[in-house]
């Protein structure tokens, strides 16, 4: 399969406690995203990168929250003292350069007890 | 600022119907426009997109899309649904110079009755 992958699928944690997620984007992709999806709702843009480099960070992303592409190639989405409003669905997506489709994982879902 | 809205967040229709999503976008420029679909605990799949030129477009699973300008809007359709079809819709717009990103819409769960 040479889709975007991610892993885990899912993830139960405490409150307080860290987690992270990796995403491996299609190879020959040089952009990869981050979104969150809660439930009833569209998925809303997180941060993006273009090779290593990471270029927007919406308001949404927390300073608990950091994501890296250390090679370009994949990359890892962690938050610090999770809290019970992190609980969601983080999608990953990549695409190469331009405006084009974005191609997705099948999502993270993380639920904070 | 960009924007997407879809006016419905629930729509049942009868197999065997025709389907018409809603999608109107606020953006500055030339839109860029997508439908995507996802099933439930899935990640979202590309049903079609529109960038330019023929402004009626064709999709995977015999949807289409036609883009108006005038109204702002990216409306979706289906001549004849079947249950498969059930699942969520999102529309999203494509921002060019910030790195090729999409604003989604809320969202409208499709239901199929038999």
């Known amino acids: 399969d040479t889709g975007v992958s991610q892993d885990p699928r899912h993830k139960i944690t405490k409150r307080g406690q860290n987690v992270t997620f990796r995403c491996d984007p299609i190879s020959e992709h040089n952009r990869l995203y981050w979104y969150r999806q809660t439930l009833g709702q569209g998925p809303e843009f997180l941060t993006y990168?273009?090779?290593?480099?990471?270029?927007?960070k919406s308001r949404l992303l927390s300073d608990r929250f950091s994501a890296e592409r250390p090679k370009g190639s994949f990359s890892t989405l962690e938050i610090q003292r999770t809290e019970q409003g992190d609980s969601a669905m983080y999608l990953c997506a990549s695409s190469p350069f331009g405006v084009g489709e974005l191609f997705f994982g099948e999502g993270s879902r993380l639920t904070v007890l | 600022a960009q924007s997407v809205t879809q006016p419905d967040i629930h729509i049942t229709v009868s197999e065997g119907a025709s389907l018409e999503l809603r999608c109107n976008y606020s953006?500055?420029?030339?839109?860029?426009l997508f439908w995507y679909v996802q099933s439930p605990g899935q990640g979202l799949q590309l049903l079609l997109k529109?960038?330019?030129?023929?402004?009626l477009v064709q999709g995977i699973k015999g949807f289409e899309a036609e883009f108006k300008r005038s109204q702002s809007s990216f409306n979706l359709r289906k001549p004849s649904v079947h249950w498969s079809d059930a699942a969520e819709y999102f529309c999203a717009v494509g921002i060019y110079n910030q790195g090729g990103k999409l604003i989604f819409g809320q969202g409208t769960e499709l239901s199929v009755k038999p």
């Open positions: 529109y960038f330019s030129g023929d402004t």
């Open positions: 990168f273009q090779n290593e480099a990471q270029l927007e």
């Open positions: 953006y500055g420029a030339t839109p860029y």
